[in-house]
Each structure stands twice: as C-alpha cells, then as structure tokens.
C-alpha cells in the first residue's frame, strides 16, 4: 500500500496521531472484531499491537499466528508518517510484510502472538527489534568502548569514548569525549551496538562502590 494523505489537515498533533492510529486498528465485523493493545510512536514511526477475536468465542485461525490461550491472536502494524505541507499522512504494513523500521519497544513485542514459522519475515522484524533495544543507553560520565574502531571525518579512528553533552542554544545535545584525543564526536545508536562498559559514571559518584570495583579488579590481577 502506498502513502495515504489526510488533506483536510484534522490531524495536527500527537493526540490527534494517537487517535487515527486507535481508529485505524479498530474495526467491528460480522464475524470478528480488531481492537488496538498498545501503541507506541518512535521518531516519526507508529508501532501497534491489534488483537483479533471471533465474536462467537472460536479460536481465530490464522496461517501466521499461533492462537493465543483465550482465543485471539495479535499482530505487529507499522505506520510510516509524515506531514507535507501541513497534511498528515501515513503508509502501513503488517510485521509478515517485512518492515524495514524496526524500533518498536521491547513492551509491545511481548504482547504479539507467537509466530508459526521461525523463518518468517515478522520472526526477523521482532529479532531486529529486540537487537536495537538491547543497544546500550549510556548516561552522561560513561566511560565504553566501541565493539569495532569508528572512521572520523579526517581519516582518524576511535573507539574508547566516554558519553557527555555540548550545548546549542538551550539544549542539550549528547555527543562522546574522545579517550585518545579529548576531541567530541557524534556517535549513531546503531554504532554503540555490542559496546562494553568500562566504568560508570554512577559507580565513580559512590566511594563504596568504587571500592568495591577497586577490589574486583584487585582480585582479577591476582587470578591472572
């Protein structure tokens, strides 16, 4: 399916999103109902969970899903929105379809039905999401390194750096101190996939945890 755009422009804000997303995954028919669970909005895209039951009490059959204990099953929709020239407008796909974004939360993947087949397209959109939220999401004063060295604009490389902010204007914008240069970079979160933690700007605020981790290393030296 293509991009479908509102354009008497009745969709303007967030609730006003949240409310066509609850319309769109709703429907009464003769023989089933679809209702919304839960919807999430990350970045410009719409992840929803939809339940479907028989309204006479039979199980819901279907060639994808495993049938829930009660009867239904729920599935995965993806909306893809945007606003052109003030129109809102949306473009949908099932989780089966393969969706390309794959940021829905952890929370609504865990309210899906179990697939049937292991291979599907959904079983690798729900893998692909579950990958970027297991993505570290370090507090400014952590000290990680990067599973693989980064390439920088001028040819130079990192990959110990330690999460901080500069300013522009009044916000905040997290960027990474550099642990060979002190220089600042711009890290995308799918580049901290697989990073490790070297210290905890949490740990370092507390003596007695800082001790602790003092003695752990302590005691690591002396095994080796």
Known sequence: MGWLFYTDRR???YADEKAEITRLCTSHGDTRNTELVKACKVGSTWYAAAKVT???GTPVEDVTYVTDPGGSITFAAVFLTAYDNGCWGYKDMEESAGPNVSRAPLALIELLSDLKDPDSYA???RQRCRDWAAIPDYEEGDKFKLAAPVTLSDGSTCQIVTATHYRRGRQKRRCYRIEETGGLV???KA??????LLSSAKDAASPVL???FAEQGTCKASEA
């Open 11 to 13: 969709v303007q804000t």
């Open 186 to 188: 711009r890290l995308s």
């Open 210 to 212: 800082a001790e602790f």
């Open 123 to 125: 079983q690798d959109w």
């Open 54 to 56: 028989n309204l006479d």
């Open 191 to 196: 580049s901290l996939a697989g990073s490790k």
